[in-house]
């Protein structure tokens, strides 16, 4: 069926169809989906208690990481500590990596399994709306066919009561016309459904919106606290990476959460779509009064189900062509003899050229074509799309435990390196030109300097007085001629200067002639 419909169980449908299924005494359960069933139930939860047991192994793991971090000394460890500060940093920036490319694939499938839920409500919509329109059409014949019965047709048998071959006609066709009334109200076969498709679609579609809000939110929750972990990082601030890896662990709980979830609902969504007929009619038959061959009808569509509404259209066709004719004939004979019965004729006519066409509407609703091919349609938006969607929804789940897994284990010995480095440089000598504080520039305070006094050594002797020049530890170790800097050069100003506090204390006369 499945195959000639344009359905077909897709290859991950399946792999997922055969993972093996056990309840709680680990016995072999059934692949076929029932929901109901509490052997089946069962089966699934412990499918969900498979990732329980993950995330008790993945806490399990960061007690002993975290537990080694606090007991051990860094010293005792045979790994160079820039060796080991280089692969924690990095080892941090992988998990956070994979986490947000995790992220994106959580997005594309909380995408995809929105829009396979979209095309089954719509898909519902579309059915509710074929069987609205065939009970618009059966009440609306049953309503005129009620009023020709108890009206013109009385009427006419009133006006040709004389003649009782004619009344004998009209009465015949009062008889064929309740007849086909009776069979027109016995085809709506919706009302045993004890629901409408319309009813379903909201509530599916109710969920879903909630669904996909939740998910949304766990999704953007990720990305902050990726986004949040890196920037902690890179400015290496330590309270925003313990908050971090405080959130890290409630996010590792809810990933794994979700992953159980998710791993139950694609088997079980996998047992559905290999055989979503065999589950749809044992459905109806357990829950409603509908005929089993009319579900059979609409859910295969094909030449070796027989049409169960077959028999009761054909009578139905042929009941209303012998009205038609039985009106010809009393147009024919009786109307000349009997003038005033022609506007009831007419009437009953009208009324019989209405039925006939709802009768032809009716059929083409009642055909399998429309409800089968919206059938197909939710099958496909919920075992492609859906399917589809939900598989990268658990790989969303799988990737982003795993990510936080080891950014937890990691995150604590990146603050310690924080700390480190700030002791590392609170120990340092003062003089040490690699520190900050070497490394930052003078006061301001420094550079203004008043003019160093007039010395009576030579111009090497002064060249190599660096500490008159400034006041910053940097300078003091480098000579002036190491650092290929010119003499000093002075201004007019300060010539006039040095000449008159010459005149005021003599001094040798080569002092003079090197000033001047």
Known sequence: MGSRQGYQASWWVYLLHQVPRTNFQFEAVESSFAPLDREYQQALLLLTSVAGLCLAISLGLICVYLIRFCCCDPEDEDEPKPQRVCCVTWSCVAAIVICCAGIGLGFYGNSETNDGVGQVTAALQDANLTLQSADALVRQTLGLLSGAVGGDLTRLEEALAPRTEFV????????????????????????????????????????????????????????????????????????????????????????????????????????????????????????????????????ACSLDVPNPFQQRLTMSQRALSSIHSQLHGLEREAIPQFPAAERNLVSVQVTLNTTESNFHQLVALLNCRGLHKDYVDALKGLCYDGMEGLLFLLLFSLLSALAFTTAICSLPRAWERFQSRDAAYEDTEDDDPFTPQARSPPPRSSLHLSAPPISNAPVSQYMNQSGLFSGSPRYDSMPLLDRHSPPPSYSPSMQASYVGASQEEPGPRYRMDFLT
């Open 168 to 299: 004998a006609v009209v009465r015949n066709t009062r008889r064929q016309a309740e007849a086909v009334a009776q069979i027109l109200a016995g085809l709506p076969f919706w009302g045993a459904l004890g629901g409408s498709p319309s009813q379903l679609a909201h509530g599916l579609a109710y969920l879903e919106d909630y669904r996909w809000l939740a998910y949304i939110l766990v999704l953007l929750l990720d990305l902050v606290i990726c986004l949040f972990t890196l920037l902690g990082l890179a400015k290496q601030i330590k309270w925003l990476v313990v908050v971090m890896t405080v959130m890290s662990f409630f996010v590792l709980i809810l990933s794994w959460g979700s992953l159980g979830l998710e791993m139950a609902a694609a088997v079980g969504l996998s047992d559905f779509c290999s055989d979503p007929d065999g589950f749809v009619l044992n459905l109806t038959q357990a829950k409603t009064d509908l005929n089993p061959e009319i579900l059979q009808y609409y859910l």
